[in-house]
């Protein structure tokens, strides 16, 4: 599957999507950035709106569950009410959220550019790669006060639901992510006639470095770590490494651990290679709490239901993030079979998608009901 976002093949997706949501008789728009919308009116105009999505684009390589079942879902839950009668209070809108997955425009782009997080000194560069300017970004602003809420139906992407069985994951907190690029600059020379002990070898520093790193982690509590790139330059097999650069990733659902963790590194780093080193911010994404209103609602519903439920964390980052820190927030999640995600041979069966979607129709109507 390739489906990444402003690609002819997500234009299509997207496409498709948008006319699904006029077949339900839905107003649709796409903004500036690329983010679609499907609306629908409630019985009482002056009521803000309840907001439901999640996003279309997905990694190279990706499974096609993840981001597009919150979509299809949301979709599925307003056509639901509808096709029992049911008119609701607050109007709905359904959100199909562009570029969620990280990338040079940073995750969670179209869902930041709505609430106003997207940096205004973003690179010209950058945003042109995708034919965007800084005004089509500002142009996206959405006005967060006119909606009362966000829903969002995602998968697990994680073990936890698979393993012990339970068909709904609520989550009460949505991590933060921090990124750091961390450098060592050594010197290179030739492979074959530099003595071992006369080398500066990058490379060598930072196994050393990320052994008692990884040694470090594994009795660490409260966060997950890690390194999924590393660039050796000049990088020829005949060449002691002069240089390695790579990305630490530190995520924690309490922003005071991920710091702690971040100067735990870096002080490791420093106490360990003798060659020099940096180690630069790239990027801070807060943790969220959701919404403990909207978590209740949710709870409610699969009582209703009589839907087994387990409250959990999110470590993965999703639309909700972004949403959460301007407007209430809730998660449904479904599980993930073995936990697999960002694969192609990520699943969850139908049976799983379907009581999730009946989850955040009840919830959708229970936050109908409860929010003035």
């Known amino acids: 599957m390739a489906r990444m976002a402003y690609s002819e093949q997500y234009i299509e997706a997207r496409d498709y999507v948008q006319r699904l949501m006029t077949e339900a008789g839905m107003l649709t728009r796409v903004d500036p950035v690329g983010n679609l919308f ?44 509808r096709e029992q009668g049911l008119v609701t209070r607050h109007s709905l809108e359904v959100a199909a959220f562009i570029a969620e997955e990280g990338g040079d425009l940073g995750g969670t782009f179209g869902s930041r550019a709505f609430v106003g997080e997207v940096p205004t000194d973003m690179p010209d560069e950058v945003l042109g790669q995708y034919r965007l300017s800084i005004a089509d970004v500002q142009a996206s602003r959405g006005n967060t006060d006119s909606y009362c809420c966000y829903l969002e139906l995602h998968i697990e992407q994680g073990p936890v639901l698979w393993e012990k069985g ?35 070898d990058a490379l060598r520093a930072a196994v050393r470095v990320l052994d008692r790193w ?5 009795h660490a509590h409260g966060f997950v770590c890690n390194i999924g790139t590393l660039k050796i330059q000049p990088g020829s097999v005949a060449v002691v490494p002069g240089e390695v650069e790579f990305v630490l990733e530190l995520r924690s659902t309490d922003d005071a651990t991920t710091e702690l963790g971040a100067r735990e590194f870096k002080e490791m780093l420093h106490t360990t290679v003798a060659i020099p080193s940096q180690f630069e911010l790239l990027v801070r994404k807060p943790a969220v709490r959701m919404s403990e209103s909207l978590v209740n609602v949710i709870q409610t519903s699969c009582r209703e239901l009589g839907v087994q439920y387990l409250l959990i964390p999110s470590g993965a980052s999703h639309d909700a993030s972004p949403l959460a820190r301007h407007i209430p927030a809730g998660m449904v999640f479904v599980p993930s079979v073995k936990g697999v995600s960002h694969r192609k041979d990520e699943f969850t069966p139908i049976d799983d998608i379907a009581t999730g979607v009946e989850v955040l129709m009840r919830a959708v109507l229970g936050a109908d009901g409860r929010i003035p």
Not at 52 to 81: K, M, N, Q, T, W
Not at 214 to 218: G, I
Request: hydrophobic content about 40%.
């Open 38 to 81: 499907g609306f629908v009116a409630g019985s009482c105009p002056e009521t803000k709106t309840i907001l439901l999505g999640s996003h279309l684009d997905a990694v190279p390589g990706g499974g096609i569950y993840d981001g597009a079942v919150g979509v299809i879902g949301a979709l599925e839950a307003v056509r639901g009410i």
């Open 166 to 200: 339970i068909p709904i994951g609520i989550p009460t907190a949505i991590v933060g992510i921090s990124r750091y690029k961390v450098r060592i600059v050594g010197e290179a020379n030739h492979a074959g006639t530099t003595p071992m002990i006369n080398r500066k």
């Open 214 to 218: 990884y040694d470090h982690v594994d």
